[in-house]
């Protein structure tokens, strides 16, 4: 629970080591070097601060320590709820964009005004086909696919094709019904016991304020739904074969949920599209990566949604906002823990994708030469009716600094948004709905159903080197119980009874949710998680040495990482645990020990640390797997003594 006062071997006072020694690792200062500068050079005692566990931290309840991480160059959140994102939601006007915005949009197109002029009517016209073909089809434009039938190619690449026109896709069974519908359960308890827990609309919420619920972490962690994501994520590509980007290794972003009661009209969102606002047209935002140059160069046709190299430098959150999001996610999404149907509360979504994308960013440079009032019929529409600005302003349609971009017919008008928002095909409980970060989507604004649309917010974010950075900033929310470095601050659910803990995570999944989480690194250590953490691997395969007698232990690198051969496998320990024998070895030396060669491991209780240990067990052969586990059990109760490397 506590440091004990004395080591319970040579009765040394250690105990008042023990802070310091956490300020040392704090200051980035070696384990070994720091208990070296406290005068603590027994082995026996070094076990004694190595191994301690802080329990009291947990049981009085406050944050657990992280290592050299800090937010302070990330300033927290206003607190807030999801209303904070949508200027729509909130009710507060927004004051109109600065003059500096005038002045980027002539930089923009400066030198190709003509070419954007050409681009723009073509533009309208292929959305007058996109838009007709939606209309007929419906929900049947957005491609759906059996969870077991990901490893079949033939509907795999139907899926493919689907996906990469219109943006969204519905992954049936992505986990069992049994599951979904057991996580809905939780997350109600969860809330009924906890009845601080905030949500928007605060008379009748329907979208709690909750990112560390059992069920949502459960759900995170969950290895069909990590395997759904690198899916979803694999249909994207990298023009740049070098750039730092993993898409088979989803890595976790904690949002909220959803529990929307039938009638509810509260929770009433418009279109809009997450990932920032203004931050599409400026320069050292989205301009930083040249997402969408071609759109502004006139050449809209030559713009990839698909393309992820070109959004690795994106700054998304310039403005420290609610709306903004400093993480890469590919896709939008959410587990679905309720059947719904059109008009129940369900996402709907505009499959217009890269077209609807290079409209809404062109829209701000065009303006009508009359009014809906003034044009005849479809006349406003046409695209005769639309030319530049004449004098440049700084009016971004639905973009505030701080919020999500938002739309509506009468900002964007062409894209035929009461025709074009369509409903996500029905959804049962398991199954996850997936849409590109650049996709237009809203929600029913009112619930006509007879039961709670229940969703939980997952996205798919690929492992880069700036998401592996908010994971560092994430995981210190998730061992406080605070919200997300991207979501309004506040105590959130510190004091919640039941939350779920990096501890748990780590006893309880297997290492690809860890690694997701931040609390594991990634075998190949491509993009390097800050290792303080005490939830970080030192190396792929070390050992603690013992090089020369009358030296201290030395953390050095072992063998290369092992392959088994047949019959053979590969054990993998992570503890650390020293025995009060081993001084003895350093004291007496070859007196008592002169068949001890080195290097080695020394004493069978200390072992490996984070090492790894290769047997070849005659009995491996049976294919039953008993004699397997009767093997690892046996390894698990002895440790071969001065096992050589």
């Not at 947990?58 to 991480?69: D, E, F, I, Q, V």
């Not at 359960?185 to 909750?210: D, H, M």
């Not at 080197?465 to 995981?475: F, I, K, S, T």
């Not at 501890?503 to 290792?531: H, K, S, W």
Request: with cysteine; hydrophobic share 35%.
């Amino acid at each position: 629970m506590i440091i004990p006062v004395r080591c319970f071997s040579c009765g040394k006072v250690i105990g008042d080591m023990w802070e310091s020694y956490l300020r040392m690792l704090d200051a980035d200062i070696a384990d070994g070097d720091a208990m070296d500068k406290l005068g603590c050079k027994r082995f026996c005692c070094r076990r004694m601060i190595m191994t301690h566990v802080d329990l009291i931290e947990k049981l009085l309840k406050t944050p657990k320590r992280w290592g050299t991480t800090s937010t302070s160059t990330h300033p927290s959140k206003v607190p807030g709820d999801i209303s904070s994102v949508f200027p729509s939601l909130s009710g507060v006007d927004s004051p109109p964009l600065p003059p500096r915005f005038a002045d980027l949009k002539r930089r923009l197109i400066q030198g190709h005004e003509d070419r954007v002029i050409d681009s723009w009517h073509r533009l309208l016209a292929d959305l007058r086909k996109e838009i007709d073909a939606i209309k007929t089809q419906g929900s049947k434009v957005i491609p759906e696919l059996e969870f077991r039938d990901m490893s079949s190619m033939e509907e795999r690449t139907r899926f493919r094709d689907g996906l990469r026109k219109r943006g969204v896709g519905l992954i049936r069974g992505a986990v069992s019904e049994r599951e979904a519908l057991g996580w809905k359960e939780l997350v109600q308890r969860y809330i009924q016991t906890n009845s601080s827990t905030k949500g928007f609309p605060a008379e009748n919420p329907a979208v709690y304020e909750l990112y560390w619920s059992p069920s949502q972490v459960l759900a995170r962690a969950h290895p069909s739904l990590l395997r759904t994501q690198a899916f979803l994520m694999s249909h994207w590509h990298s023009a740049n074969k070098s750039a730092r980007i993993s898409t088979s290794h989803p890595v976790a972003y904690a949002d909220r949920l959803r529990i929307r009661q039938p009638g509810d009209v509260g929770f009433a969102l418009g279109p809009h599209v997450d990932g920032g606002s203004c931050e599409r047209w400026e320069e050292n935002g989205y301009g930083k990566g040249g997402v969408y140059n071609e759109i502004f160069r006139g050449n809209w046709e030559a713009y990839d949604p698909w393309e992820s190299s070109c959004r690795l430098p994106v700054v998304s959150d310039l403005y420290n906002g609610p709306g903004g999001c400093s993480m890469f996610r590919m896709f939008q999404g959410w587990l679905s823990m309720s059947t719904t149907s059109a008009g129940e509360g369900t996402l709907m979504v505009n499959p217009l994708l890269g077209k609807g994308t290079a409209y809404f960013l062109l829209r701000p440079f065009f303006r009508p030469r009359r009014g809906p009032t003034e044009a005849l019929g479809s006349g406003f529409l046409d695209s005769d009716n639309w030319g530049l600005e004449d004098e440049t302003t700084s009016v971004l349609q639905g973009a505030v600094p701080a919020n999500c971009q938002e739309l509506n017919a009468a900002l964007h008008p062409h894209l035929g948004l009461q025709d074009t928002m369509t409903h996500v095909p029905q959804v049962r409980p398991g199954d996850y709905v997936a849409w590109h970060c650049d996709t237009i989507h809203a929600v029913d604004k009112t619930h006509a159903g007879k039961n709670a649309s229940s969703v939980m917010y997952i996205p798919a974010c690929p492992l880069t080197e700036a998401n592996a950075g908010y994971l560092v900033r994430q995981r210190e929310a998730f061992s406080e119980g605070t919200p997300g470095p991207d979501f309004p601050s506040g105590v959130g659910e510190s004091q919640h009874l039941g939350r779920l803990t990096p501890d748990f995570v780590m006893r309880n999944t297997d290492v690809e949710a860890q690694r997701a989480m931040g609390l594991t690194r990634y075998p190949t250590c491509r993009f390097r998680i800050d290792c303080s953490s005490k939830y970080s691997a030192v190396s792929i395969n070390t050992a603690a040495f013992l090089t020369a007698r009358g030296q201290p232990l030395g953390l050095k690198n072992a063998t290369t990482y092992p392959t088994p051969s047949e019959n053979e496998i590969v054990v993998h320990n992570r503890a650390v645990a020293i025995s009060p024998f081993d001084w003895a070895v350093q004291a007496l030396g070859e007196a008592l020990f002169h068949w001890l060669k080195l290097r080695t491991i020394v004493d069978e209780d200390v072992a490996w640390w984070r090492g790894l240990l290769r047997l070849t067990p005659e009995s491996l052969a049976s294919k039953s797997g008993i004699a397997l586990k009767a093997v690892l059990q046996r390894l698990a109760r002895h440790t071969p003594s001065s096992t050589r490397i």
